[in-house]
Structures are given as structure tokens and as C-alpha cells.
């Protein structure tokens, strides 16, 4: 049972253009969401994160959107740089509950960012 | 520097061997965690511990033991090694903002 998901394995964008990037939940306890960039041969590093309470959080280039009635977070990039090139996680928790932190990850979406 | 060491970084291993995978913080954070990645199934939780003195089991903790030595410390321990055990490894521990914080990573091929 997937709880998260993420249903584009990958993604291709010009450089300047918007990077979007979709993710999908199903537990509707989660109240917590993470993006995660992650280069080849090195550890997630965390990007961006919003809470339930919110719909939007923006730091930089970097745009949450989230729509809980929909279950439905995205990541918008803006404007995207070939350095953006990477695998991006989706994640989430029930910050609230006992989860301890834990976090469930989507499968991930590898972004390409053309020059 | 601050952060998540993780040791060893590549490992290979025959069927039935058994091995440790260390990690250690210095950031002075209470909880760790021990993910998985694999192909097309993004991280998976094995085990975590909330605090210094508790673990728990994640995802997918068969075949994994863990231990957590003192504050600093949690290693993951495969008894028994198999090819489905065949993976990338990370350690994570929590920032008290809630985001965890990655080690770089142990790859560990079972033959």
C-alpha cells in the first residue's frame, strides 16, 4: 500500500522554464511534507517543507503548493537550472501523532534540466 | 563537519554472511532512522529509534537487526545476508524542525 506516490518516474524541462513536479497521498493523518533532492552517489538533502495549516510555502525558487481536499502536493521550480538535475522525493508524516519523525517517501521523480 | 557518517560506504557480500553498517551523529539529535532505497521504490523505513535506549521496527525491518549504543550511535546489523538485501542504505537522524538529515550512503551488494 503506497501511501505516497509520485506517478512520473521522470520529467524533462528547458533551462529558465518551470519545473513541476507531482505528488500524491493517501493517508489522510499525514500533516507534515517534505521535498528531498537527491544527486547521484550522495544523500537526500532536504529542499523545502510545508505544513497542513498552509497551502503555499516558497524559499526562493522553490514553491509547495498543497491541497488537502485533493491530497495533492507539487514542487514548482522556477526558474529551473541544469544544476537542478537530480532525483526529487516527495515525503510525509504524522507529525502530530506518534510517528516519531518517521517518514514515508514516494518513489521519486528524476528531473532533467536541459541548457 | 556536522552530520551523519556513515561506514562502510561499499560493501559486497555472499549469501549467509553477515555484516554491520555503522552510523554515528554529532549533531546531538534524539532520534535516528535506517532507510532503504531501491529502484522504483523510493526510501524505505527498516527501523528507527525515537530516543537514546528505544528502537522500533519500520517498513520493512525483516532480515535487520539494529542497535542503538548511546545517543551518537545506530548501527544496522544483517545476520544472515540476502540477495533482496541488495541496496543502498542510509542513516538519517531528526532535526527538532522535523526534517531528517541524511548520511551519504553504504551500497551493499549481496551475491
Known amino acids: 500500500d503506497q501511501q505516497v506516490k509520485q506517478n512520473s518516474p521522470s520529467l524533462s524541462v528547458q533551462e529558465g522554464r518551470i519545473s513541476i513536479l507531482n505528488c500524491d497521498y493517501t493517508?489522510?493523518?499525514?500533516?507534515?511534507f517534505l521535498w528531498y533532492k537527491k544527486y547521484p552517489a550522495e544523500g537526500p538533502t532536504f529542499l523545502i517543507s510545508i505544513s497542513s495549516i498552509k497551502d503555499k510555502n516558497e524559499d526562493g525558487r522553490f514553491t509547495v503548493f498543497l491541497n488537502k481536499s485533493a491530497k495533492h502536493l507539487s514542487l514548482h521550480i522556477v526558474p529551473s537550472q541544469p544544476g537542478d538535475s537530480a532525483v526529487y522525493f516527495c515525503?510525509?508524516?504524522?507529525?502530530?501523532?506518534?510517528?516519531?519523525?518517521?517518514?514515508?517517501f514516494g518513489q521519486g521523480t528524476i528531473l532533467t534540466v536541459h541548457p | 563537519n556536522a552530520g551523519v557518517t556513515q561506514t562502510p560506504k561499499f560493501q559486497v557480500l555472499k549469501t549467509g554472511q553477515s555484516m554491520t553498517l555503522q552510523c554515528a551523529q554529532d549533531?546531538?539529535?534524539?532520534?535516528m532512522y535506517w532507510y532503504r532505497q531501491d529502484p522504483g521504490m523510493g526510501l524505505r523505513l527498516i527501523y528507527y529509534s525515537a530516543s537514546e535506549g528505544t528502537t522500533d521496527k519500520g517498513e520493512v525491518p525483516n532480515g535487520y537487526n539494529v542497535s542503538r549504543l548511546n545517543k551518537r550511535e545506530f548501527s544496522l546489523r544483517l545476520e544472515s545476508a540476502a540477495p533482496s538485501q541488495t541496496s543502498v542504505y542510509f542513516c538519517?537522524?531528526?532535526?527538532?524542525?522535523?526534517?531528517?538529515?541524511f548520511g551519504e550512503g553504504s551500497r551493499l551488494t549481496v551475491l
Open positions: 549533531m546531538n539529535h534524539n532520534s
Open positions: 538519517a537522524s531528526r532535526l527538532v524542525s522535523g526534517e531528517l538529515f
Open positions: 515525503a510525509a508524516s504524522d507529525a502530530g501523532g506518534t510517528s516519531y519523525g518517521k517518514l514515508t
Open positions: 493517508n489522510s493523518m499525514f500533516d507534515y
